[in-house]
């Protein structure tokens, strides 16, 4: 099973409270959908994906674990999901580049560039699945974060929470955690750092929020 820090940041960054019906567009391998059954056990999720052989992994990757009964896969594009009754968050690690050379492997194109689900695309869907107090969150590159903001708030989303992630000290932001909502609210606005200045050697922040889906974070023995 493929696990990519983005799927990671956004699997464990999402806020989850009153969240019971939860989507995740472009679920890939499924690590979202596991991610957010095991933070929220009282959460029921569908999980879509466009590409078959990604889509058949998620399949066996749900079926191996203890929250198969919770998680629903289905191969479909976005655009064509029909309504199985609103969500109360959606989540989505999506495609992003748009001008870049497409790779000659098919999966890969599909994972990674946005002719399959263009930001208005999501924003427009994801206004049609959600109930009226629902949310999104997504990550994205800085510039295509940007893109999808401005395509989000035109179709009637307000921006809640933005999270800018900084691959290590010293350097810029190269990711972007946005949610949003349908109602009007506050924003706030914070940076998290993953690595200090020596490769693989993690910030607390980056361990606090990841803790409990890296074998790496082990927990801190309780003492006597």
């Not at 295509?144 to 999270?163: D, K, M, S, W, Y």
């Amino acid at each position: 099973m493929k696990v990519g820090t983005d799927g990671v940041l956004l699997g464990a960054w999402a806020h989850i409270e009153n969240a019971n019906r939860i989507l995740d567009v472009g679920t890939g391998t499924g690590l979202i959908a596991l991610m957010l059954a095991q933070r929220q056990p009282t959460a029921t999720i569908d999980a879509i994906e466009i590409e078959e052989n990604a889509c058949q992994q998620a399949c066996e990757n749900v079926a191996n674990s203890k929250w198969h009964n919770r998680i629903s896969i289905f191969h479909t594009s976005l655009q064509n999901f029909e309504l199985f009754g609103k969500y109360d968050l959606i989540v989505s690690n999506p495609p992003f580049f748009s001008q870049s050379l497409q790779n000659p492997d098919s999966a890969k194109t599909t994972a990674r560039h946005n002719d399959t689900l263009l930001p208005m695309e999501l924003a427009q869907h994801a206004k049609r699945l959600l109930q009226e107090n629902g949310r999104i969150a997504v990550i994205y590159p800085v510039h295509e974060a940007h893109v999808f903001l401005n395509a989000a708030q035109e179709t009637g989303f307000f921006p809640r929470r933005i999270t800018h992630v900084i691959p290590s000290i010293g350097k810029k932001a190269k990711r972007m955690l946005v949610e949003l909502q349908l109602t009007p609210c506050d924003l706030i606005e914070t940076e998290l750092c993953i690595e200090k200045e020596l490769r693989h050697t993690y910030t607390q922040e980056y361990i606090d929020l990841t803790r409990d889906f890296y074998l790496k974070f082990e927990k801190p023995s309780s003492t006597l």
